[in-house]
């Protein structure tokens, strides 16, 4: 199954991108993106199912953090140059029809 | 993680249900046993009646924690510390959902569904849990089109 790379994939994986080396836990992920926990959670599943991103409990322990362990999510090496290759071939498209529409050219 | 509830009457709750679970699969052992106590194929819609309800039970005491998930306890969490009755009430459509997925896969939402939502400011949390149900059931087609991957193309094992 390829990755589709929708506007809230690009969401995910420049979040991912700013520090590929740092982990991200959900919320901060869902708080950085504005997506919804609910929604950014498949996208976090795809990615990890394609080999771009990493994922690992937390090791705390519940009782004496008084919460429960968080997962946290990293860009792989290859994950990592494979999101920056896929946001810019995403970013050139829609750049190239910007300017298209800023010429009048998509205009009917 | 539940809202703070009597816990005499949840206990009751839970034996009136097991109660049943066994009345009802007494009576389909006994149904399926004794095929002449119905005329004709009468029998048959006992049966396939009394397993909806045994079905319904399993689902329902598991989701009030009888069997598995123990409603998000299973990582170490202490039942009646969850206030908002809303989103408890929502939690058991969370553990619902997370049945139909694959098992590690299921618990692993299910645990991470948790975890955010114990973290989440509470004004957030209502439409989070919101988000959850309504992703869970395509998520689920998901992983279990992986599951399915998985069987296909025998390899190296993504975390569930």
């Given amino acids: 199954m390829g990755l589709r790379l929708t506007v809230q994939v690009q969401l995910v994986l420049q979040a991912l991108l700013r520090d590929p080396a740092k982990e991200m836990y959900g919320l901060e992920l869902s708080e950085e993106t504005g997506l919804q926990p609910g929604t950014a959670y498949p996208i976090l599943l795809r990615l990890e199912h394609e080999g771009w991103v990493t994922s690992r409990w937390e090791d705390v322990d519940p009782r004496a953090e008084k919460r429960p362990a968080r997962r946290y999510y990293r860009l792989t090496a290859g994950g990592a140059v494979q999101a920056s290759a896929a946001l810019a071939g995403a970013r050139r498209p829609r750049d190239t029809a910007l300017r298209r529409l800023a010429q009048g050219d998509g205009i009917a | ?160």
């Fill in chain 2, 1 to 160: 993680m539940m809202p703070a509830i009597d816990p005499r009457y949840d206990a009751r709750k839970k034996r009136a249900r097991v109660a049943m679970f066994i009345t009802a699969g007494a009576i389909v052992v006994s149904s399926a046993l004794d095929g002449t106590r119905f005329s004709g194929w009468r029998w048959v819609t006992w049966v396939l009646g009394l397993t909806l309800i045994i079905v319904f039970c399993a689902i329902s005491m598991n989701a009030s924690g009888g069997l598995r998930g123990s409603l998000g306890c299973g990582r170490g969490r202490a039942v009646g510390d969850r206030s908002d009755g809303l989103v408890a009430h929502r939690w058991h459509g969370l553990v619902m959902v997370s049945r139909i997925m694959p098992g590690p896969a299921g618990r692993r939402w299910l645990a991470e569904a948790d975890s955010m939502l114990w973290e989440i400011a509470a004004a957030q949390r209502a439409a989070a849990v919101r988000s959850y149900l309504v992703s869970g059931p395509r998520l689920a087609a998901v992983m279990w089109a992986y599951e399915g991957l998985r069987w296909v193309r025998p390899g190296p094992r993504h975390p569930g």
